[in-house]
């Protein structure tokens, strides 16, 4: 099989595995691992050289400190075995490499395709199997709703970025956005609400800032029109008295004393839960949980300030450079989409570690790389490659 048919082939179960994150985790890591074997078996036969973008440094250095966390974990075994996950960050090469070109924008289209599908499971379920309740709530095909609401998030900001960026195909955002705003809605979780506002704000005003004006209509239409059930779960953000708040509050606390006790390595991935009832405050909402529900915090306690520094680069870097291609081309929409991925998951995770979710890590991390995969094109890979630090495999 030539290399050009070997790249087709994994760039389809990339795809794939992008668009499955959406409806079950265990298929979406078997075409992750396909493609993943192909694309090894791609960059051994073809040695070509593709610039990767910025962003990989901190992130790479994350991961190392993540490894050495491990080592100096409380429990060193246990966090190994969850070092597991870190094959998942192998989406960034392997979506460069396989999603180069025209395949950026193709990607982008199958993940929005299979976000509106699995929007219409939590319609089904909220409006017809009876899922319309905080103790009963819609989580498509997936295990948890705040799993099925951070992809579904995630696919919301990406649809809005084509919608606003791509002047030539807004019928299909157009049609998959009221589907995937209801499927957000019913899932009642605040912190994707958040997530999914504050990135439609950032695009808006990117796009043009006269469109703020629409913010404060769209947002009485929301109310307005959202049943009792969702209007009072999004008034509940304020609401300190709330138990799960207070709960949020008092792991923010939990976590900075964790920091203070391990600021260098953390106590190690995997082990918040492990010495959770430790740092209880006095009245604890709840006595148990595996993680503090706030990416930052998570990151610093389980794994260092360190890692929390370059995950803050990772982040910075990758903002810097999504906004530049946004102003500047190519592919605006694409990288509109990576950016508003971002913003989101940034807003939703003050409130949600959503970062250490497989699913929505997956579909992450190809969001955010395929706005420097657009820039790829057969052509300019082609050429001899560059020296230096930033000419390496992909």
């Given amino acids: 099989m030539t290399t050009a048919r070997l790249e087709r082939l994994a760039a389809g179960f990339l795809m794939a595995s992008a668009g499955l994150t959406l409806f079950k985790l265990l298929p979406a890591q078997v075409c992750f691992g396909i493609a993943a074997l192909l694309w090894l078996r791609i960059v051994s036969i073809d040695r070509r050289r593709l610039a990767l973008p910025p962003f990989v440094w901190p992130l790479a250095g994350y991961v190392i400190w993540t490894i050495l966390s491990a080592v100096f974990s409380i429990d060193p075994r246990a966090s190994f075995i969850d070092l597991k996950q870190l094959v998942l960050f192998l989406m960034v090469p392997m979506t460069l490499r396989l999603a180069g070109g025209d395949r950026a924008a193709t990607t982008l289209s199958v993940i929005i395709a299979f976000g509106a599908a699995a929007a219409l499971v939590a319609v089904v379920q909220s409006q017809v199997l009876g899922f319309d309740s905080l103790a009963n709530r ?9 799993t099925y609401s951070g992809v579904i998030m995630l696919v919301l900001c990406a649809a809005v970025a084509r919608l606003l960026f791509h002047s030539d195909q807004r019928a299909w955002p157009g049609v998959a956005i009221p589907a995937l705003v209801v499927a957000l809605a019913v899932t ?3 912190n994707a609400y958040i997530g999914a506002g504050v990135a439609v704000v950032v695009l808006l005003a990117l796009r043009n800032p006269k469109l703020l004006v629409a913010v404060p209509v769209l947002a009485a239409l929301f109310f307005a029109l959202a049943p009792d059930s969702i209007r009072a779960r999004a008034f509940s953000v304020v609401d300190l008295e709330d138990e799960s708040n207070r709960h949020r509050l008092q792991m923010l606390a939990m976590g900075v004393d964790m920091v203070l006790d391990n600021p260098a390595f953390g106590v190690g991935p995997e082990m918040v839960g492990r010495v959770y009832g ?36 990772f982040v910075g870097v990758l ?28 807003a939703a995770g003050l409130f949600e570690y959503n970062f250490g979710d497989s699913e929505f890590l997956m579909l992450y991390l190809c969001l955010i790389t395929l706005p420097f995969a657009a820039r790829t094109s057969i052509a300019t890979a082609q050429q001899p490659a560059r020296q230096g630090p930033s000419a390496v495999e992909a």
């Fill in 138 to 146: 819609p989580t498509g095909f997936l295990s948890h709703y705040m």
């Fill in 188 to 190: 009642l979780t605040r």
């Fill in 278 to 313: 430790q740092y209880l405050r006095p009245d604890p909402v709840h006595t148990y949980n595996p993680h503090l529900h706030n990416v930052p915090m998570q990151i610093a306690a389980e794994r260092g300030l360190p890692a929390l520094a370059l995950w803050v680069a």
């Fill in 319 to 346: 903002v810097r450079d999504l906004v530049r291609q946004i102003r500047r081309g190519p592919a605006r929409a694409i990288a509109a989409a990576g950016l508003g991925a971002t913003v989101a998951m940034l």
